[in-house]
Nanobody, 118 residues
Framework: QLQASGGGLVQAGGSLRLSCAASGRIFSNYVMGWFRQAPGKEREFVGSIRWSGGWTSYADSVKGRFTISRDNVKNTVYLQMNSLKPEDTAVYYC?????????????WGQGTLVTVSS
């Protein structure tokens, strides 16, 4: 089970940190990811992190602004979002799956709303 939190209202240029806490054991072959869905748009990939090794991957639209990290003790993944833009406004979801996260992944959090005002 995944529990996302940390969303809110922020001005453009500001920062937010989202958290995704996982209950239960996270296996070493798991990947944790973040997706987002803006109003009227399809859900899209934001970034991911491999639980073992910590390798990360990002969508081009967030590279250099967003950073994903993990806390192995707390079983939590973070999405640090800096230099936020109004187009980053969306509901952000965390997901988990073995080897790769996709829109068809097995485990999803409930979503947390991020609103960036101009």
């Amino acid at each position: 089970q995944l529990q996302a939190s940390g969303g809110g209202l922020v001005q453009a240029g500001g920062s937010l940190r989202l958290s995704c806490a996982a209950s239960g054991r996270i296996f070493s072959n798991y990947v944790m990811g973040w997706f987002r869905q803006a109003p009227g748009k399809e859900r899209e990939f934001v970034g991911s992190i491999r639980w073992s090794g910590g390798w990360t991957s990002y969508a081009d639209s967030v590279k250099g602004r967003f950073t994903i990290s993990r806390d192995n003790v707390k079983n939590t993944v973070y999405l640090q979002m800096n230099s936020l833009k109004p187009e980053d406004t969306a509901v952000y979801y965390c997901a988990a799956d073995a080897y790769v996260v996709t829109l068809s992944s097995a485990y999803w959090g409930q979503g947390t709303l991020v609103t960036v005002s101009s």
